[in-house]
T-cell receptor
């Protein structure tokens, strides 16, 4: 089965510019996650979707970050405007069930964002 | 507060020798524990998990991990390391109790296997 797809793989922008990332989860996976991974740190959950509804966005900086998952499949994460501290790898992951907390998450390759 | 600790930033081991990557946790209730691996410029890959049952769990690529409730540890092990095992390893825990179903991640341990 195909894995989690993300694009672009790399992006370089200047501060105050906007950027969008795209994620296509594994087919049939109802739960989708966006993480931010800063160099030298573990992943930080930004937002979690169950189908097209938001389950958890408590760590999403809502003044500049937004995400949507139309039709409960693909998702986009947007940053507007970007700050230098947003430089990180943005990881998308999906899993089968959100109530069964034992189910592991499957990750995409990530998008490496550099803000200059 | 819930937390996961990986006390070693880096582990170096010779190829063919056994390896151990340490993880300790602090959560309320009984935890679900996970190990993930991240190769350079790649996303995280699931290795193994402990949910319940046998304290020794086996996972991908010959890795195994031992759950120790009294020591609140979940160390990752492999009997014979390969150069290709060189990567960044993350321990994560999900609290089964309450409504907090987030994954709590360690900071990662860089494993270098020397030929």
């Amino acid at each position: 089965e195909a894995g989690v797809a993300q694009s672009p793989r790399y992006k370089i922008i200047e501060k105050r510019q906007s950027v969008a990332f795209w994620c296509n989860p594994i087919s049939g996976h109802a739960t989708l996650y966006w993480y931010q991974q800063i160099l030298g740190q573990g992943p930080k959950l930004l937002i979690q979707f169950q189908n097209n509804g938001v389950v958890d966005d408590s760590q999403l900086p809502k003044d500049r970050f937004s995400a949507e998952r139309l039709k409960g499949v693909d998702s986009t994460l947007k940053i507007q405007p970007a700050k230098l501290e947003d430089s990180a790898v943005y990881l998308c992951a999906s899993s089968t069930l959100w109530r069964a907390t034992s189910y592991e998450q499957y990750f995409g390759p990530g998008t490496r964002l550099t803000v200059t | 507060a819930q937390s996961v600790a990986q006390p070693e930033d880096q582990v170096n081991v010779a190829e063919g020798n056994p390896l151990t990557v340490k993880c300790t946790y602090s959560v309320s209730g009984n935890p679900y524990l996970f190990w993930y691996v991240q190769y350079p410029n790649r996303g995280l890959q699931f290795l193994l998990k402990y949910i319940t049952g046998d304290n020794l769990v086996k996972g991908s690529y010959g890795f195994e991990a031992e759950f120790n409730k009294s020591q609140t540890s979940f160390h990752l092990k492999k009997p014979s390391a390969l150069v290709s095992d060189s990567a960044l390893y993350f321990c994560a825990v999900r609290d089964k109790a309450g409504n907090n179903r987030k994954l709590i991640w360690g900071l990662g341990t860089s494993l270098a296997v020397n030929p």
